[in-house]
């Protein structure tokens, strides 16, 4: 069974930073294009950032300068520094990937993982 299992989100006051983490596991050959997304309380889920196994990636306007996306192929593991957060930054952020396994490559999305930004 493939899982994406987020991690990292928490309290944060504004200015601050933090470093959400995404781990695919099973039994998976690995991780192909991966993205983060967000969606806060009644609003649609929304693109912060993807990035292909190889390293090129896409920022939202809201996220570019402030947020970076990276990935260890190595660990099937991708990451989202967020820094200088912003109180409209709050809001439950899902990491999604292609996943390839024996036989296919399979879109995946995590539990989600809470941030909240204090003003």
């Known amino acids: 069974q493939v899982q994406l299992v987020e991690s990292g989100g928490g309290l944060v006051q504004a200015g601050g930073s933090l470093r959400l983490s995404c781990a695919a596991s099973?039994?998976?050959?690995?991780?192909?294009?991966a993205g983060w997304y967000r969606q806060a309380p009644g609003k649609q889920r929304e693109l912060v950032a993807t990035?292909?196994?190889?390293?090129?990636?896409n920022y939202a306007d809201s996220a570019k300068g402030r947020f970076t996306i990276s990935r260890d192929n190595a660990k099937n593991t991708v990451y989202l520094q967020m820094n200088s957060l912003k109180p409209e930054d709050t809001a439950v952020y899902f990491c999604?990937?292609?996943?390839?396994?024996?036989?296919?490559?399979?879109?995946?999305w995590g539990q989600g993982t809470q941030v909240t930004v204090s003003s």
């Open positions: 999604n990937a292609d996943v390839r396994r024996v036989l296919s490559t399979t879109n995946y």
């Open positions: 099973g039994n998976i050959l690995g991780v192909d294009d």
């Open positions: 990035i292909t196994r190889g390293g090129n990636t």
